[in-house]
């Protein structure tokens, strides 16, 4: 019986043992375990970075490398004017680098600076850069100045360095749309934009393709696509108006022309479409907002001159309307619409037209108001009897 219990009792303290053994392993692992990775995101990743990086660069830590290091990611946030400032001050700081060239030719050649592109790229292969990125912007700066030849030399280089690069097929895109080859331009940036969603001029050329050859539904859809992923880009919301523009919806295409308008206010292509749908809508009110900045930078236009002082006739402010049509008439002084249009006010000053009071009514013609007092009233007199046959047998007589 005693062997017994002490057996029981034995087994009791192993068990209690083992316990306080997995007890013990448990805290053991507890205490040694690594915490779960906190994910950011793409933005609070690059937030981190800036913040990082711009405490660096105050302390003067590194200048130049941290300079560009802050540069590549407002480029890649297309911020391209606080990128441009910060590979400027890299480049003041170490003027020999490649990589420093070469961003700034990237970022030259999104503000439209092609000539300054081409000089930053030019420098970074003399530098010895020959990765495939050089090679691409290189063909692409080159094919917007029109040296097909040698933007395919450095395309087909770039090709067998980098065969599946979506800023490449771009290019290749850009090309054969200058060669006339449409179809094969589509193909290219259709692939391009699988590879990289985010070239937006991609995007902007697909759309334009379509639209010339009257692919209407597809260019709608790429278009569609741009503004999801570029929803504050101007160049965007003019093709979308451009292309409800080919479907004869000009009230629409209005709306989206003065959305570009409103994301870049110096966006004078819509600002004249803008200006041109207007009076065609007789929206003479928006279209006078629209030409007001145009003839700011161009006073000495004659068209400028003639549309506003068109609009400011349809709306009923002669004074400024002549005011156009006299500097239209001084730039150019047989231009006829100035001349007609001078004309008109003179004509309606002179006999009392004014416009309907109804804003809205569509009629060219306004009201006479006649001046009662000088009107000449005859009092119409009997002319007599007068016989009005009525048949052969009798005839009607009326005093």
């Known amino acids: 019986m005693k062997s017994e219990n002490l057996k029981y009792l034995s087994f009791l303290l192993l068990l209690v043992i083992a316990g306080l053994n997995q007890s013990c392993q448990s805290d053991a692992r507890t205490a040694t375990r690594i915490p779960p990775v906190v994910k950011k995101s793409r933005a609070q990743w690059q937030n981190d970075a800036l913040l990082s990086l711009t405490e660096l660069i105050n302390r003067g830590i590194d200048s130049d490398i941290n300079y ?24 003041y700081e170490q003027d020999n680098l490649s990589d ?62 980098a065969p599946y690069d979506g800023s490449a097929y771009y290019v290749k895109g850009m090309l054969q749309a200058r060669q006339g080859d449409s179809l094969a331009s589509l193909s290219s940036f259709n692939y391009a934009l699988n590879v990289n969603p985010r070239l937006l001029r991609a995007y902007e ?44 919806k000009p009230d629409t295409a209005l709306i989206n022309y ?50 506003l002082g068109f609009c400011y006739e349809k709306t009923g402010e002669f ?47 306004g009201y006479k108001l006649l001046d009662t007092t000088r009107v000449k009233i005859n009092v119409i007199q009997p002319r007599g009897t007068t016989n009005i046959r009525v048949d052969s047998s009798r005839k009607a007589k009326i005093e």
Do not use: H
């Not at 592109?117 to 700066?141: C, K, M, T």
């Not at 206010?265 to 041109?276: G, I, T």
């Open 68 to 91: 560009f290091k802050r540069a590549r990611i407002y480029f890649d946030r297309e911020q391209y004017s606080e990128a441009l400032d910060d590979i400027n001050e890299s480049i």
């Open 205 to 248: 050329q697909s759309t334009m393709i379509n639209l010339k050859l009257k692919n209407i539904d597809q260019a709608l859809a790429v278009n569609q696509k741009a503004i999801a992923r570029f929803p504050n880009e101007a160049s965007l919301f003019f093709g979308r108006a451009e292309i409800l523009l080919a479907l004869n």
């Open 319 to 365: 004074e400024r309307a002549k005011e156009y049509y006299t500097t239209a008439l001084t730039l150019s002084p047989g231009d006829q619409d100035a001349r007609y249009g001078l004309y008109r006010i003179r004509k309606i000053e002179s006999e009392g037209y004014y416009p309907s009071y109804y804003p809205n009514e569509n009629s060219n013609a």
């Open 100 to 161: 420093y060239f070469l961003l700034r030719g990237k970022i030259n050649r999104e503000l439209g600076k092609i000539d300054n592109a081409l000089e930053d790229a030019q420098r970074a292969e003399a530098l010895q850069q020959s990765s495939p990125e050089l090679y691409v912007l290189l063909a692409d700066i080159l094919q917007a100045k029109n040296r097909f030849g040698e933007a395919a030399g450095y395309l087909n280089q770039a090709l067998k360095m």
């Open 258 to 307: 003065q959305k570009a308008v409103s994301l870049r206010p110096d966006y004078d292509e819509a600002l004249n479409r803008v200006a041109a749908v207007g009076i065609q809508l007789k929206e003479y009110g928006k279209a006078i907002s629209a030409l007001v900045p145009l003839i700011r930078k161009k006073p000495q236009s004659k068209e400028l001159n003639n549309m």
